[in-house]
């Protein structure tokens, strides 16, 4: 199955539907779960997903940001001085195909060709709010949707994940540039490493999420011909990212060059 997969030509099965998100369960890592770990990324996506730069989709009450970037920090995020409440709607559901999944899910995924069927399930949306504990915000609110999402597993471990971007929302005038800083240095980070990291997502934002210092794994920048993409590598696992204006991409197997063969061949939109 997956030389099949890793000689796929840029083809999809299209159909609709919407995901949802329940990031640990699909793809954890043996040693610690920091390839989805919800209670990091439920702080950083509320401190660093969105800074300006990022492009505001609505403005009342609230700014909401839509993400579709994802970068790997080797940082504890746990640490930042956020209180956090998750909310799920409860479903994790195995469905016979890609239309039902699509009518579970309520977005358009996308599949690469292959002559056998995956194991689809969806995954309800997750809501998170977080509080601030800096004193300058203290209590401000900040809210993140992830998902739903669509998992495609087939046959020797490959997977292929797919959501629609982060949605991140923060208090109309929020200044998320002055408060990613301040987070930062408040978990110990030099006041440089603070500033450059605040610039950089700034000019790229995206949605974080850490792997320990000490965790043995490779992660690259690759330029793949639809878009940059982001490989995540362990001795037996290499996990391939990719963010679009519609979605955000997981691809998982045993081998490098399957998964980026796999991320290659799904659709930039």
């Known amino acids: ?27 954890t890592a043996r040693s610690r779960p920091w390839t989805w770990p919800i209670a990091a990324t439920a702080a950083v996506c509320a401190a660093v997903l969105a800074i300006p730069g990022t492009r505001a989709v609505a403005q009342e009450l609230w700014d909401r940001f839509v993400l579709n970037r994802v970068d790997i920090v080797r940082i504890d995020l746990s640490r930042l001085p956020l209180s956090t409440h998750i909310t799920t709607n409860g479903f994790e559901e195995s469905v016979p195909n890609i239309e039902e999944a699509g009518r579970k899910a309520g977005f358009r995924p996308y599949l690469p060709a292959s002559t056998e069927r995956p194991a689809l399930t969806v995954l309800g949306r997750i809501e998170m709010e977080q509080t601030i504990h800096l004193p300058e915000w203290e209590g401000a609110k900040l809210r993140t949707e992830i998902g739903p999402m669509i998992s495609a597993k087939y046959p020797d471990g490959v997977e292929v994940l797919q959501f629609q971007p982060v949605v991140f929302s ?17 978990i110990g980070v030099s006041a440089w490493e603070a500033h450059a990291l605040g610039q950089r997502f700034a000019a790229h934002p995206s949605w974080l999420v850490d792997i320990p210092p000490d965790q043995v794994v490779n992660i690259e920048d690759v330029n793949l011909r639809k878009g940059p993409a982001l490989l995540i590598e362990e001795p037996e696992t290499a996990m391939v990212v990719r963010g679009t204006d519609e979605r955000i991409y997981l691809v998982r197997s045993g081998s490098r060059d399957v998964s980026l063969r796999i991320a290659e061949a799904l659709p930039p939109g």
């Open 1 to 27: 199955m997956t030389d099949r997969l890793g000689t796929l030509e840029p083809q999809w099965s299209p159909d609709v539907a919407r995901a949802r998100a329940s990031l640990d369960s699909r793809l």
């Open 170 to 186: 923060a208090p109309s005038g929020f200044p998320l540039d002055r408060f990613t800083e301040e987070a930062f240095r408040s």
